[in-house]
Protein backbone atom coordinates (compact mmCIF):
# COMPACT_ATOMS: atom_id res chain seq x y z
CA UNK A 1 0.00 0.00 0.00
CA UNK A 2 2.65 2.27 -0.08
CA UNK A 3 1.56 3.95 -3.79
CA UNK A 4 -0.67 6.47 -1.89
CA UNK A 5 0.78 8.27 0.83
CA UNK A 6 -0.83 9.75 4.20
CA UNK A 7 0.13 11.07 7.16
CA UNK A 8 -0.09 8.67 10.10
CA UNK A 9 -1.38 11.00 13.04
CA UNK A 10 -3.68 13.73 13.50
CA UNK A 11 -5.01 15.27 16.80
CA UNK A 12 -7.97 17.86 16.94
CA UNK A 13 -10.43 19.40 19.70
CA UNK A 14 -13.57 18.32 19.59
CA UNK A 15 -15.79 20.67 17.17
CA UNK A 16 -12.56 22.40 14.95
CA UNK A 17 -12.51 20.95 11.41
CA UNK A 18 -10.48 18.13 10.54
CA UNK A 19 -8.57 17.43 7.38
CA UNK A 20 -6.55 14.49 5.86
CA UNK A 21 -4.51 14.55 3.13
CA UNK A 22 -4.07 12.01 0.82
CA UNK A 23 -0.88 11.57 -2.48
CA UNK A 24 -2.29 9.06 -4.46
CA UNK A 25 -0.29 7.55 -7.69
CA UNK A 26 -2.38 6.36 -11.03
CA UNK A 27 -3.80 9.35 -12.80
CA UNK A 28 -5.67 6.71 -14.65
CA UNK A 29 -7.46 5.94 -10.96
CA UNK A 30 -11.40 6.28 -11.91
CA UNK A 31 -12.42 6.24 -8.09
CA UNK A 32 -10.91 7.23 -5.10
CA UNK A 33 -12.67 5.95 -1.76
CA UNK A 34 -12.27 7.65 2.02
CA UNK A 35 -12.73 3.86 4.82
CA UNK A 36 -13.11 4.94 8.40
CA UNK A 37 -11.79 2.14 10.81
CA UNK A 38 -12.99 2.29 14.28
CA UNK A 39 -11.10 0.16 17.08
CA UNK A 40 -11.35 -3.48 16.76
CA UNK A 41 -13.66 -3.26 13.22
CA UNK A 42 -13.16 -3.61 10.04
CA UNK A 43 -12.58 -0.92 7.25
CA UNK A 44 -16.42 1.02 6.64
CA UNK A 45 -16.76 3.15 3.52
CA UNK A 46 -17.31 6.40 4.32
CA UNK A 47 -17.35 8.73 0.87
CA UNK A 48 -15.95 8.51 -2.57
CA UNK A 49 -15.20 10.57 -5.58
CA UNK A 50 -15.19 10.34 -9.08
CA UNK A 51 -12.39 11.24 -11.13
CA UNK A 52 -14.12 13.80 -13.00
CA UNK A 53 -15.16 15.89 -9.81
CA UNK A 54 -13.22 18.33 -7.91
CA UNK A 55 -15.45 18.31 -5.00
CA UNK A 56 -18.09 16.45 -3.01
CA UNK A 57 -20.09 17.49 0.10
CA UNK A 58 -22.33 14.62 2.19
CA UNK A 59 -23.18 16.15 5.78
CA UNK A 60 -20.05 17.21 7.84
CA UNK A 61 -17.77 15.46 5.26
CA UNK A 62 -16.19 17.21 2.11
CA UNK A 63 -14.21 15.46 -0.21
CA UNK A 64 -11.46 17.62 -2.33
CA UNK A 65 -10.10 15.98 -5.52
CA UNK A 66 -6.69 17.93 -7.34
CA UNK A 67 -6.38 15.73 -10.06
CA UNK A 68 -3.53 17.55 -11.14
CA UNK A 69 -1.32 16.96 -8.39
CA UNK A 70 -3.00 13.73 -7.25
CA UNK A 71 -4.16 14.98 -4.02
CA UNK A 72 -7.21 13.84 -2.57
CA UNK A 73 -8.67 15.25 0.96
CA UNK A 74 -11.09 14.30 3.45
CA UNK A 75 -12.68 17.64 5.31
CA UNK A 76 -14.73 16.60 8.35
CA UNK A 77 -16.79 19.62 9.90
CA UNK A 78 -17.07 20.16 13.59
CA UNK A 79 -15.37 16.98 14.57
CA UNK A 80 -16.69 14.87 17.20
CA UNK A 81 -15.20 12.15 19.79
CA UNK A 82 -17.07 10.03 17.79
CA UNK A 83 -14.80 10.43 14.88
CA UNK A 84 -11.73 9.46 16.92
CA UNK A 85 -10.70 6.41 14.56
CA UNK A 86 -8.37 5.28 11.55
CA UNK A 87 -9.08 6.89 7.80
CA UNK A 88 -7.72 4.70 4.88
CA UNK A 89 -7.64 6.76 1.43
CA UNK A 90 -7.69 4.11 -1.05
CA UNK A 91 -7.37 4.28 -5.07
CA UNK A 92 -8.45 1.78 -7.60
CA UNK A 93 -5.87 0.53 -10.09
CA UNK A 94 -6.70 -1.53 -13.26
CA UNK A 95 -4.76 -4.88 -13.56
CA UNK A 96 -5.82 -7.34 -15.86
CA UNK A 97 -9.34 -6.44 -16.56
CA UNK A 98 -10.10 -6.69 -12.86
CA UNK A 99 -10.41 -3.47 -10.29
CA UNK A 100 -7.87 -3.53 -7.64
CA UNK A 101 -8.01 -1.09 -4.42
CA UNK A 102 -4.81 0.17 -3.17
CA UNK A 103 -4.99 1.66 0.47
CA UNK A 104 -2.35 4.07 2.14
CA UNK A 105 -1.09 3.35 5.57
CA UNK A 106 -4.12 4.70 7.33
CA UNK A 107 -4.33 8.48 9.28
CA UNK A 108 -5.24 8.04 12.47
CA UNK A 109 -7.79 10.79 13.88
CA UNK A 110 -7.42 11.65 18.01
CA UNK A 111 -10.31 14.04 18.95
CA UNK A 112 -9.80 15.69 22.32
CA UNK A 113 -12.95 16.61 24.63
CA UNK B 1 -29.07 -10.62 7.71
CA UNK B 2 -27.13 -10.68 4.26
CA UNK B 3 -23.31 -9.84 4.77
CA UNK B 4 -19.59 -10.94 4.85
CA UNK B 5 -18.81 -13.05 8.12
CA UNK B 6 -14.77 -14.11 8.96
CA UNK B 7 -13.74 -16.83 11.03
CA UNK B 8 -12.57 -17.77 13.87
CA UNK B 9 -11.73 -13.60 15.34
CA UNK B 10 -9.21 -14.70 16.91
CA UNK B 11 -6.71 -17.43 16.98
CA UNK B 12 -3.46 -18.17 18.06
CA UNK B 13 -1.32 -21.07 16.24
CA UNK B 14 2.35 -22.14 16.41
CA UNK B 15 4.92 -21.73 14.05
CA UNK B 16 4.78 -24.51 11.27
CA UNK B 17 1.33 -25.51 11.67
CA UNK B 18 -1.50 -25.10 8.85
CA UNK B 19 -3.70 -22.71 9.42
CA UNK B 20 -7.19 -21.53 7.50
CA UNK B 21 -8.66 -18.39 7.87
CA UNK B 22 -12.84 -18.25 6.57
CA UNK B 23 -14.70 -15.68 4.67
CA UNK B 24 -18.33 -16.07 3.48
CA UNK B 25 -20.51 -13.62 1.74
CA UNK B 26 -24.08 -13.96 0.82
CA UNK B 27 -24.55 -11.31 -1.88
CA UNK B 28 -23.29 -13.57 -4.16
CA UNK B 29 -20.72 -10.81 -4.94
CA UNK B 30 -17.93 -11.89 -8.04
CA UNK B 31 -14.46 -9.89 -6.53
CA UNK B 32 -13.43 -10.82 -3.05
CA UNK B 33 -9.97 -9.37 -1.46
CA UNK B 34 -7.72 -11.24 1.35
CA UNK B 35 -5.51 -8.63 2.98
CA UNK B 36 -3.02 -7.90 5.99
CA UNK B 37 -3.24 -5.30 8.17
CA UNK B 38 0.33 -4.53 9.78
CA UNK B 39 1.20 -0.93 11.76
CA UNK B 40 3.10 1.14 9.69
CA UNK B 41 2.39 -0.69 6.19
CA UNK B 42 -1.67 -0.32 6.26
CA UNK B 43 -3.56 -2.84 4.09
CA UNK B 44 -1.62 -5.03 1.84
CA UNK B 45 -2.99 -7.42 -0.62
CA UNK B 46 -2.67 -10.92 -0.73
CA UNK B 47 -4.81 -12.37 -3.20
CA UNK B 48 -7.79 -11.69 -4.93
CA UNK B 49 -10.59 -13.87 -6.95
CA UNK B 50 -12.85 -12.37 -10.02
CA UNK B 51 -15.22 -15.49 -9.44
CA UNK B 52 -14.99 -19.06 -8.94
CA UNK B 53 -11.91 -20.56 -9.99
CA UNK B 54 -10.39 -17.29 -11.03
CA UNK B 55 -7.18 -16.19 -8.22
CA UNK B 56 -4.50 -13.66 -8.38
CA UNK B 57 -1.46 -12.62 -6.37
CA UNK B 58 -1.43 -9.58 -4.84
CA UNK B 59 1.53 -7.65 -3.37
CA UNK B 60 2.07 -10.31 -0.53
CA UNK B 61 1.44 -13.47 -1.41
CA UNK B 62 4.39 -15.36 -0.15
CA UNK B 63 3.04 -17.77 2.84
CA UNK B 64 -0.43 -17.78 1.27
CA UNK B 65 -2.85 -20.10 -0.37
CA UNK B 66 -6.00 -19.40 -1.44
CA UNK B 67 -8.80 -21.47 -3.34
CA UNK B 68 -12.60 -20.42 -4.68
CA UNK B 69 -14.33 -23.24 -5.38
CA UNK B 70 -17.70 -21.54 -4.68
CA UNK B 71 -18.90 -17.67 -5.52
CA UNK B 72 -19.51 -17.39 -1.09
CA UNK B 73 -16.53 -18.86 -0.02
CA UNK B 74 -12.88 -17.51 -0.27
CA UNK B 75 -10.43 -19.15 2.40
CA UNK B 76 -7.14 -18.24 2.98
CA UNK B 77 -4.17 -20.59 4.31
CA UNK B 78 -1.14 -19.95 5.59
CA UNK B 79 0.59 -23.48 4.95
CA UNK B 80 3.54 -23.49 7.09
CA UNK B 81 2.26 -20.22 9.74
CA UNK B 82 5.41 -18.13 10.86
CA UNK B 83 6.11 -15.33 13.30
CA UNK B 84 5.78 -12.92 10.68
CA UNK B 85 2.47 -13.57 9.31
CA UNK B 86 0.87 -12.48 12.76
CA UNK B 87 -1.71 -9.80 11.84
CA UNK B 88 -5.11 -8.63 11.37
CA UNK B 89 -6.64 -10.27 8.21
CA UNK B 90 -9.56 -8.77 6.55
CA UNK B 91 -11.90 -10.26 3.27
CA UNK B 92 -13.21 -7.72 1.10
CA UNK B 93 -15.70 -8.52 -1.59
CA UNK B 94 -17.77 -6.00 -4.27
CA UNK B 95 -19.53 -6.91 -7.15
CA UNK B 96 -18.60 -6.43 -11.02
CA UNK B 97 -19.02 -2.87 -11.28
CA UNK B 98 -20.97 -2.13 -7.47
CA UNK B 99 -17.01 -0.99 -6.67
CA UNK B 100 -17.94 2.16 -8.74
CA UNK B 101 -20.86 2.87 -6.62
CA UNK B 102 -20.65 1.41 -3.24
CA UNK B 103 -16.83 0.35 -3.18
CA UNK B 104 -15.77 -2.51 -1.43
CA UNK B 105 -17.15 -4.36 1.60
CA UNK B 106 -15.22 -5.31 4.71
CA UNK B 107 -15.21 -8.15 7.04
CA UNK B 108 -14.87 -7.33 10.73
CA UNK B 109 -11.28 -9.08 10.84
CA UNK B 110 -9.53 -11.97 12.22
CA UNK B 111 -6.58 -11.31 14.28
CA UNK B 112 -3.74 -14.34 14.10
CA UNK B 113 -1.19 -14.89 16.32
CA UNK B 114 1.74 -17.02 15.36
CA UNK B 115 4.02 -17.96 18.36
Known amino acids: GEDVEQSLFLSVREGDSSVINCTYTDSSSTYLYWYKQEPGAGLQLLTYIFSNMDMKQDQRLTVLLNKKDKHLSLRIADTQTGDSAIYFC?????????????FGRGTSLIVHP | DAGITQSPRYKITETGRQVTLMCHQT?????MFWYRQDLGHGLRLIYYSAAADITDKGEVPDGYVVSRSKTENFPLTLESATRSQTSVYFC??????????????FGSGTRLTVV
Open chain 1, 90 to 102: AEIKASGGSYIPT
Open chain 2, 27 to 31: WSHSY
Open chain 2, 92 to 105: ASTSDRGWASYGYT
